[in-house]
């Protein structure tokens, strides 16, 4: 079982800019696949960014630019920095982990929700205009 425990976010204006992060346990097998996904009340949840343990990276269109996943693997924690936040940006983000046996390597990085095992309790965005 692997915990993912997300923090950092907050309220802010629009423009500035907010770290979520994501302090996940270790994975026993050693390769993961980990995305910070957000959800707004009354829409569907959408895949932000999603990182490989190698950390080949990808971003989703409507934050590319503005947003950047990375991670720190000695400390166990997952990072999305979000730049130039935006009203449309208010959420709740969720950090969402899965092991990653060697044959899938290529799957990921992915931001389909139905892909990862594990979830966070979520950390709340909130951008004012």
């Known amino acids: 079982q692997v915990q993912v425990v997300e923090s950092g976010g907050g309220s802010v204006q629009s423009g500035e800019s907010l770290r979520l992060s994501c302090a996940f346990s270790?994975?026993?097998?050693?390769?993961?696949?980990m995305a910070w996904f957000r959800q707004a009340p009354g829409k569907e949840r959408e895949g932000v960014a999603g990182?490989?343990?190698?950390?080949?990276?990808n971003v989703g269109d409507s934050v590319k630019g503005r947003f950047t996943i990375s991670q720190d693997k000695s400390a166990n924690t997952l990072y999305l920095q979000m730049n130039s936040l935006a009203p449309e940006d208010t959420a709740m983000y969720y950090c969402?982990?899965?092991?990653?046996?060697?044959?899938?390597?290529?799957?990921?990085?992915?931001?389909?929700?139905?892909?990862?095992?594990?979830w966070g309790q979520g950390t709340q965005v909130t951008v004012s205009s």
């Open positions: 969402a982990a899965v092991s990653l046996a060697p044959w899938a390597w290529a799957t990921c990085p992915r931001l389909g929700a139905g892909q990862y095992r594990y």
């Open positions: 270790k994975f026993t097998s050693g390769g993961y696949c």
């Open positions: 990182i490989r343990s190698d950390g080949q990276s």
